[in-house]
């Protein structure tokens, strides 16, 4: 069954028509904002506050249950049982790796997988999530490019992921103890879901729900300049950063066939226009997995420094230890290449950070999970990201 809902989206400066369709028999409210809340609830004779109650229990208590909001009044909560629902994502699994690492593989109401990884920190959280079930991209670096597109992900199984990490690791509505990040840098490209991902970020951010505001968001693209063009003139942005991953067209040509489509030059420009959109202490990030005798030698690293200060962009540079996976034909460097590469990228001016490896005993790198479930059940052979 087909249901179609119209209200009206109040979060923009101009109102515009909101439709929300479901191929399953409920609406999905849980990526929907406060004021599409109020609409819904207006369309079934309910007064306004009880969208606000609704958005409260939703985002702020973080409760996936219809009948654990008691606030409301039974006869909705019946209405809402039929008519809409709050929890569409399933954990099929979880892993808790020995440095606290939690990594978890969700099912869609289609059947898709969904990876999800939380990493707690001394002063803050980092929750990891994906954009999309699968990804269209070939990252040849990477377990998901494996899998293929399966679907983009909506908006509210984007703010799901994030509630299902946190109820789990504080227990449900607890407010985290420490700061929250999100990165989108699980399964999927997500500056090809853009609308979904900015609507699950608005969402986010809202004081009166889960209030993970924008400066606390970093996006991951393999370089979709056109989404990044569009990105830089859109006010709520979250930072951004670029997997670069090789010094060359050549090289990453091999490494992200995207490459082909938008080369270095092309994408550092669209870099330069993001530039110009970066708060006073924000900087572009560009990550670089560091893969064995394939883009770590010196003279690599000082090409991708000459490359960055030719650009002169305010950016730094993350080399990210490359997590092995068996069916893939990379290593990681070792730690000290990572650290020779990163004293020269130094010593010609780049900020250069090294992202410690997490989770590693439970394969936490992005799209590991579910690829090697596939791998599994579906005898696809892997790659790792
Ligand atoms: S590295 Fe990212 S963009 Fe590339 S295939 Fe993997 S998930 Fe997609």
């Known amino acids: 069954m087909k249901i179609t ?27 929907l904002s406060q004021p599409e809340l109020v609409s819904f609830v207006e369309t079934l004779g309910e007064p306004a506050y009880r969208g606000r109650q609704l958005f409260g229990a939703l985002q702020h208590r973080r409760l996936r249950n219809f009948d654990e909001i008691t606030d409301l009044p039974k006869g909705l909560r019946t209405r809402l049982h039929e008519i809409a629902g709050a929890a569409t994502l399933k954990v099929e699994s979880q892993y808790t790796s020995d440095d606290g690492t939690r990594r978890y593989l969700m099912k869609t109401h289609d059947n898709l997988p969904v990876e999800t990884v939380f990493i707690p920190e001394e002063r803050r959280d980092t929750i990891c999530f994906s954009s ?24 509210g ?43 699950a970020l608005r969402v986010m951010a809202d ?33 951004l950063a670029i997997s670069l991953a090789a010094p060359s067209d050549e090289l990453r040509n091999e490494l992200m066939p995207i490459n082909k489509r938008w080369p270095i030059d092309e994408l550092l420009s669209a870099c330069k226009v993001f530039e110009k959109t970066l708060k006073p202490n924000e900087r572009l990030t560009f ?93 696809l052979v892997g790659a790792l990201n």
């Open 287 to 379: 990550e670089y997995v560091m893969l064995d005798g394939v883009n770590d030698s010196d003279e690599q690293a000082r090409q991708l420094a000459n490359l960055l200060n030719r650009h002169n962009i305010k950016s730094k540079v993350n080399l990210i230890p490359h997590n092995p996976a068996d069916p893939l034909p990379y290593r990681p460097s070792s730690e000290e290449t990572v650290e020779r590469f990163k004293n020269i990228l130094e010593s010609k001016g780049i900020h250069t950070y090294v992202r410690r490896p997490r989770g590693r005993d439970i394969f936490a790198a992005c799209g590991q999970l579910a690829a090697r479930q596939i791998t599994r059940n579906e005898t």
């Open 207 to 239: 004081p009166q729900g889960m209030h993970i505001v924008p400066n606390r968001v970093t996006v991951s693209t393999a370089g979709i300049v056109p989404r990044i063009l569009e990105l830089a003139k859109t006010s709520d942005r979250p930072h």
């Open 132 to 155: 999309q079930s699968g990804c269209p991209l070939q990252c040849t670096f990477c377990l998901t490019a494996q899998l293929g597109l399966l679907r983009s992900l909506t908006a």
């Open 157 to 199: 199984e984007i703010v799901e992921q994030i509630q299902i990490a946190l109820n789990d690791a504080y227990g449900i509505g607890v407010k985290p103890p420490r700061g929250t990040n999100l990165v989108a840098m699980g399964a999927g490209e997500p500056l090809l879901n853009l609308d979904e991902l900015m609507k």
């Open 5 to 31: 809902y119209e209200g009206e989206d109040h979060s923009g400066s101009a109102h515009r028509m909101l439709r929300l369709t479901r191929m399953d028999k409920a609406v999905q409210l849980t990526g």
